[in-house]
């Protein structure tokens, strides 16, 4: 069976109600929030037993994750509008925004090296104690997550973009697909950010 022949990689299908690439994201996107969930769900049992826990803004860089932040929701709108352009068939639009979703993530990657490399400069490291061990393996696991949206946004726009002369609605179905990663990565910030740094 040829590539072209490979059924609902733009039409729904009719069991799910969805192509086949935007159930298969669901799933994966499935297994990742029980990850995080188990994640979060740990730092609340590890905050709730201990018996001083210190609050986040005393210890951690509250404005540089607050430019963080801001970044990653200025990502997620570049990420949108890739998206959109090539909806509207405008390819060097596409261009244009995706480009910018993978330089504010590695903005956001450059500002989190900032962060952690003050910390070790201090001399903390996760085996500082419980709080900073949560820190670096949270916000860690996520920059783990960022780099892999980097590394497939980066092949999208590059040599992944030539399906777009081919099977246009498909390309723009996988920058949909990559998108819905792209959002629940700086959707997983959007908890990390209150949890470890405000409370």
């Known amino acids: 069976m040829s ?6 990689t733009v039409e729904p299908h009719p069991i799910t109600g969805v192509y086949n690439g935007k159930f298969g994201i669901w799933l994966f996107l499935a297994s990742e929030v029980m990850l995080f969930g188990a994640l979060f769900s740990t730092l609340v049992l590890l905050r709730v037993g201990a018996p001083s826990w210190p609050h986040g803004w005393e210890l951690l860089n509250v404005p540089l994750a607050t430019l963080n932040t ?8 570049t990420m949108v509008m890739s998206w959109a352009s090539l909806k509207l068939g405008n390819f060097g639009r596409f261009k244009l925004y995706l480009g910018l979703t993978v330089l504010l993530a590695f903005v956001f990657l450059v500002v989190k090296y900032f962060e952690y490399t003050h910390k070790f400069h201090l001399g903390i490291y996760p085996s500082t104690s419980t709080f900073y061990a949560t820190y670096f393996t949270m916000t860690g696991l996520h920059g783990l ?10 092949y999208l726009l590059f040599p992944g973009s030539k399906l777009w002369h081919t099977a246009p609605e498909q390309f723009a179905n996988r920058i949909e697909c990559a998108g819905l990663y792209w959002h629940f990565v700086d959707l997983v910030w959007i908890f990390l950010f209150p949890i470890l740094y405000l409370l």
Do not use: D, T
């Open 3 to 8: 590539v072209e022949e490979i059924p609902h």
């Open 70 to 77: 801001f970044v990653l929701i200025a990502s997620s709108v």
């Open 145 to 154: 997550h960022v780099v892999g949206g980097i590394v497939v946004n980066l």
